[in-house]
C-alpha cells in the first residue's frame, strides 16, 4: 500500500465517513461489476472517488477475498490521508485507489513496485532479450484493445533453450487505449532497466501491470511453483504525473 501526502482528513469529518462507506461497499460493487468498479461518493469538498481492478486471471473468489483484504488495509494503515493506493495482500493481485480528485480515464504510473525473482537467464542475453520484448510488446498491444470491463492479456513463447516464457499484462480498464500501451511500455522498460536478465519479475503501477516468469503462474495453473520473488524496491513518490488528463 502506498498513503498519499497531498492532504489529509479528520476523523469526525464527513471525507472519513464517506471512505468508509466506499471502501466498505466495494467488494459487492466490484462483484456486480465483473471486477471493475469506478465510483464516488459525497458532494463538493467532501466528495471521494475510488477505482479498482481484479487482476484478469483472478477467480472471483480471489478477487473478492482480495479486494476485502485490500479495503481493510488502507483504512488501518493510511488512517487520514485522503488518497491512498493498494496492491493487496493475494496473490493473484488486486487494485486499489480513491482519491479526492476525479481519476478515471487518467493514466498514473507513480508509484511503481519492483520485484523479481533470484537467478540469472542461462542464455544469451541479446537473444533473450530479442524473444522477450517481441512477446511482452505484442501481448501489451493485445491488452491495449480490451474493453471498458478489461484490458488484459497473457501468452507464452519458447526459448531456444526449449524453455517457456510466460507474461501478463493488463491495464486499468478505464484507460484509453494509446494510455494503456503507454503504461505497459512502461513496465516493460522499467522492468530491463531495474532487473534485465533475471528470472522473472513483476512491475505495478496504479494503471497497469506486467509480470513474467519462466513457469505458468495464472491464477488456474499454481501447482509446483518456484521460490517467491526475492526482493523488492518502491519508486516514490505517489504523485500524479504533472501531465495527467481526464479523458471525458
Not at 486499468?172 to 500501451?181: A, H, I, K
Amino acid at each position: 500500500y502506498y498513503c498519499n501526502n497531498t492532504g489529509n482528513f479528520t476523523t469526525a469529518s464527513d471525507y472519513a465517513k464517506n471512505r468508509e462507506l466506499v471502501l466498505s461497499s466495494l467488494p459487492s460493487n466490484m462483484a456486480s461489476n465483473g471486477g471493475f468498479y469506478s465510483g464516488n461518493v459525497g458532494t463538493g469538498s467532501e466528495i471521494i472517488y475510488v477505482l479498482s481492478f481484479c487482476r484478469g486471471d483472478s477467480s472471483n473468489d480471489t478477487c473478492f477475498k482480495c479486494i476485502i483484504s485490500a479495503a481493510e488495509e488502507l483504512m488501518v494503515n493510511c488512517p487520514n490521508q485522503k488518497a491512498a493506493y493498494s496492491w493487496g495482500t493475494g496473490d493473484p493481485p488486486c487494485f486499489i485507489r480513491y482519491s479526492d480528485a476525479p481519476m478515471y480515464g487518467v493514466k498514473q504510473t507513480i508509484p511503481t513496485l519492483k520485484l523479481y525473482r533470484d537467478g540469472n537467464i542461462q542464455m544469451d542475453l541479446d537473444q533473450f532479450d530479442r524473444i522477450w520484448r517481441n512477446l511482452t510488446e505484442a501481448l501489451a498491444v493485445r491488452a491495449s484493445m480490451g474493453t471498458w470491463e478489461l484490458k488484459f492479456a497473457a501468452g507464452s513463447t519458447t526459448l531456444p533453450n526449449l524453455q517457456t516464457v510466460f507474461a501478463l499484462l493488463q491495464c486499468s480498464p478505464d484507460l484509453s487505449r494509446f494510455d494503456c500501451d503507454s503504461c505497459l511500455g512502461e513496465c516493460i522498460n522499467d522492468f530491463q532497466e531495474c532487473c534485465d536478465g533475471r528470472l522473472g519479475g513483476t512491475i505495478e503501477k496504479p494503471s497497469c501491470i506486467f509480470r513474467w516468469d519462466l513457469y505458468s503462474f495464472l491464477e488456474s495453473n499454481t501447482s509446483n511453483l518456484p521460490p517467491p520473488i526475492a526482493a523488492a524496491t518502491i519508486d516514490p513518490p505517489f504523485l500524479p504525473p504533472p501531465n495527467a488528463q481526464v479523458i471525458n
